[in-house]
């Protein structure tokens, strides 16, 4: 447990200190959620009616934006190699390199969507809504991403190939992160049977990510 704590510590330290964690998504989704006004013109209702889609498409992308840096950061300078050789299981290295993501990334975008969601119009039922399903449906974006990045890793290829191989991955959980709030704010489906739906979702992930990752940066580094 102290080497996966100083694993967590090390990994919030970089994101923070590279400045490539917190500040990117957050500036990227405040980027997606003001050019939107724009592009649909100056009807309010309209974008109080979709602006918990902008929402969440705005922080599905911004999640992405780390991801390639994920395990590849630590497969060039040798530390990887290190977690896999080492006493603590790989699956549970993963999954808190995926919290230390979270933390540094995603966090701050659930922190950041009640400002943002005032550009959009949405009221404050709405806003709660938005916030409450970005902070629950943000860890399965992170946790669904790290196969994703772990794939990425082995193959030792990164660009293009890590968004082809996650946004399929993250499409139900932006269908029911979307309804949920859809629901707090226009109705008609009642906000708990698809957040509901979007809590089994997260909780899957949380399970099927660290073992799936793990077992591709096993097979891919042999």
Known sequence: MTALRALLVRDLRIALRIGGGAMMGVLFFLTVVTLMPFAIGPDLALLRRIGPAILW????LASLLALDRLFAADHDDGSLDLLLMGR???ELA????????????GLPLVVAAPILGLFLNLEPAGLG???????????????????????????RRGGLLLPVLVLPLTVPVLIFGVAASNAAVV???PFGTPFTILCALTLTSLVVGPF???????????
């Open 94 to 105: 993963v999954a808190v390199k995926g919290l230390a993501h979270w933390i540094a990334t």
């Open 187 to 189: 109705g008609p489906v």
């Open 88 to 90: 603590a299981p790989v």
């Open 57 to 60: 498409i705005g922080a599905l």
């Open 212 to 222: 799936a990752a793990g077992a591709t940066l096993r097979h891919g580094m042999e």
């Open 129 to 155: 809504a938005v916030v409450l399903t970005l902070l629950v449906g943000t860890p399965a974006l992170t946790f669904t991403g790290l196969i994703g990045a772990a794939l990425a890793t082995a193959l």
